[in-house]
């Protein structure tokens, strides 16, 4: 059982627009800044978004995030069948004194 | 460029021990956190360990304290997890990473390499 939660799929058409939303605690989300990565199986996994929505470089701003309260939502417009993997929201812990991820979302562009 | 490379996977028995390395280059190895995360068969990921730059802090996930230790030697820009006591539960991917800033995003990963523990 993940301390955040995530929806374990979710699907659109190419072009369209996809959320992921992430759910936490006071403890979690609400108190510290929320990372999104995406991650296929046998690579490495990737960091797409971080600290109120900064993008590393090379990571298009079709893919964004926004946080209310205690839940974060990584948005994806134009989907490519390339966004095809997993993807993971992620954040410190101030009470567990650790890093928790999310179960991960799986995504596909149908 | 920023590269994080594992190695030291492979299969071990319950109850056994590995200990897995983690060469990086590309950025300056002392000023950064480093931690390991893992990826069980069919599950997502889960975060294991950190260290800070100075290899003073380490941090732990409650599901291996006492059996893992993260350590680091920055004259080589090598991090390390020994592991002991290894059970089935802990076989998967584990993944070594740069940590961006203290408790926040972990912006590089290596490919990862693979633990199984099994009789």
């Known amino acids: 059982q993940s301390v955040l939660t995530q929806p374990p799929s979710v699907s659109a058409a190419p072009g369209q627009k996809v959320t992921i939303s992430c759910s936490g605690s006071?403890?979690?989300?609400?108190?510290?800044?929320v990372s999104w990565y995406q991650h296929l199986p046998g690579t490495a996994p990737k960091l797409l978004i971080y600290d109120n929505n900064k993008r590393p470089s090379g990571i298009p701003d079709r893919f964004s995030d926004s946080k209310s309260g205690t839940s974060a939502t990584l948005g994806i417009t134009g989907l490519q069948t390339g966004d095809e993997a997993d993807y993971y929201c992620g954040t410190w812990d101030s009470s567990l004194g650790a890093w928790v991820f999310g179960g991960g979302t799986r995504l596909t562009v149908l | 460029e920023v590269q994080v490379l594992e190695s030291g996977g492979g299969l071990v028995q319950p109850g056994g021990s590995l200990r897995l390395s983690c060469a990086a280059s590309?950025?300056?190895?002392?000023?950064?956190?480093m931690t390991w995360v893992r990826r069980p068969p069919g599950k997502g990921l889960e975060w294991v360990s950190a260290v800070s730059g100075n290899g003073r802090t380490t941090y732990y996930a409650d599901s291996v304290k006492g059996r893992f230790t993260v350590s680091r030697d920055n004259s080589h820009n090598t991090l390390f997890l020994q592991m002991n006591n290894l059970r089935a539960e802990d076989t998967a991917v584990y993944y070594c990473a740069k940590v961006l800033t203290w408790r926040g995003a972990i912006d590089y990963w290596g490919q990862g390499t693979l633990v199984t523990v099994s009789s």
């Open positions: 006071s403890s979690n989300i609400g108190s510290n800044y």
């Open positions: 590309g950025f300056t190895f002392t000023s950064y956190a």
